[in-house]
């Protein structure tokens, strides 16, 4: 009678393990024959791509994911919630706005300033000057500093105060990349484990490529391009299950008497920057962190950077400079060796 029991007991689990080798195969099988899509369109005055491992079609999804951040952090977006609080109209705040601004101004505090929510006016006035070929004067620059600074801004629970209404804010410089994570967030509550997500250079990638292997991303060799036509790449990196955002000043710039002036505006001085960093990117968990601390790091060349990246290992970066001889150089945080690759 016992070794009776004993026989249906080793059975049972034999059957069981064999269920289990089953199953496991099936869903091998499965997710290897399921399609690998890819959706594009336009967001936040820029274009997204996004490639994804699924047996729908997502993209009417994706669009009102990305909407929804359209229609709180978007200056293209006459109604989003960011434009009607630039022209100081009574509007309820949301989750996505106060978690975006919340994140904003604590990098803005660890960075003493260099990213800052608040440039807006001093981006309008030298975007014009860009274009025209004429800087704003000391004078008007002095004016608008005055209305720059993280500090005149708070969150009072669902409120935003401003010391003074002529406040303005623009959250380009972290939109994209919160983009990137709320449909990275979207994904997971669907189980989507492979996918590559990027909009406007800002990317978030999980899983494997339907190459079966680590997402590859480049970063793109610093050239005088301001029409963005070279495509000459500096280094390929194996990126996955994290963010990557670059910012780089070699693509958006003017020469005035012998030098050339950034897009990058400094908050804190109302100049652009005028230093040899020359590219930026930041690997970190999520997008929106990525996207503002490469801004930052711009913002403050490349020694201050990598003296604030010693406090914050949870930061990768890889910046491209050029040297004291005017050479390009290549500084890298020491833990994304192994995610570095020939172009």
């Known amino acids: 009678?016992?070794?009776?029991?004993?026989?249906?007991?080793?059975?049972?689990?034999?059957?069981?393990?064999?269920?289990?080798?089953?199953?496991?195969?099936?869903?091998?099988?499965?997710q290897h024959d399921m399609p690998y899509r890819h959706n594009q369109g336009s967001v936040f005055g820029t274009f997204y791509n996004i490639t994804y491992q699924s047996d729908e079609d997502l993209k009417s999804e994706i669009e009102a994911a990305l909407q929804q951040v359209d229609n709180a952090l978007s200056m293209?977006?006459?109604?989003?919630?960011?434009?009607?609080?630039?022209?100081?109209?009574?509007?309820?705040?949301?989750?996505?706005?106060?978690?975006?601004?919340?994140?904003?101004?604590k990098i803005s505090d660890e960075t003493e300033g260099a990213f800052?929510?608040?440039?807006?006016?001093?981006?309008?006035?030298?975007?014009?000057?860009?274009?025209?070929?004429?800087s704003p004067t000391p004078h008007a620059i002095d004016?608008?500093?005055?209305?720059?600074?993280?500090?005149?801004?708070?969150l009072q629970g669902r409120t935003l105060r401003k010391q003074d209404k002529r406040v303005m804010l623009d959250c380009s410089a972290i939109a994209k990349g919160y983009g990137c994570d709320v449909v990275a967030a979207m994904f997971k509550q669907r189980n989507i484990e492979n996918y590559m997500i990027e909009i406007g250079g800002e990317i978030v990638s999980h899983g494997i490529s339907n190459k079966r292997m680590p997402w590859r991303i480049g970063v793109v060799k610093p050239t005088d391009d301001s029409l963005?036509?070279?495509?000459?790449?500096?280094?390929?990196?194996?990126?996955?299950?994290?963010?990557?955002?670059?910012?780089?000043?070699?693509?958006?710039?003017?020469?005035?008497?012998?030098?050339?002036?950034?897009?990058?505006?400094?908050?804190?001085?109302?100049y652009p920057v005028q230093h040899s960093l020359l590219s930026a990117t930041v690997l970190a968990d999520n997008c929106a962190t990525a996207d503002a601390y490469a801004t930052s790091f711009m913002v403050m060349g490349l020694e201050k950077a990598r003296a604030l990246l010693e406090k914050h290992p949870e930061l990768m970066a890889y910046f491209i400079y050029s040297d004291s001889?005017?050479?390009?150089?290549?500084?890298?945080?020491?833990?994304?060796q192994d995610k570095l690759q020939n172009p």
């Open 228 to 270: 963005s036509t070279a495509q000459e790449l500096q280094t390929v990196l194996n990126i996955t299950n994290k963010a990557m955002a670059t910012s780089g000043n070699y693509r958006n710039f003017y020469y005035k008497d012998g030098q050339k002036y950034a897009h990058t505006i400094d908050p804190r001085t109302g």
């Open 76 to 105: 293209f977006n006459e109604e989003s919630v960011i434009s009607k609080l630039n022209r100081n109209e009574q509007t309820p705040l949301n989750d996505m706005f106060t978690g975006v601004v919340e994140l904003a101004l």
């Open 1 to 30: 009678m016992e070794n009776n029991s004993k026989r249906r007991r080793r059975l049972l689990q034999l059957g069981f393990l064999a269920f289990l080798v089953i199953g496991t195969i099936l869903i091998i099988r499965h």
């Open 116 to 134: 800052d929510i608040t440039v807006a006016p001093l981006v309008n006035a030298w975007g014009f000057g860009f274009k025209s070929g004429s």
């Open 143 to 154: 004016s608008l500093r005055a209305l720059v600074g993280y500090k005149k801004i708070s």
């Open 325 to 336: 001889n005017g050479e390009t150089a290549v500084w890298y945080s020491p833990s994304m």
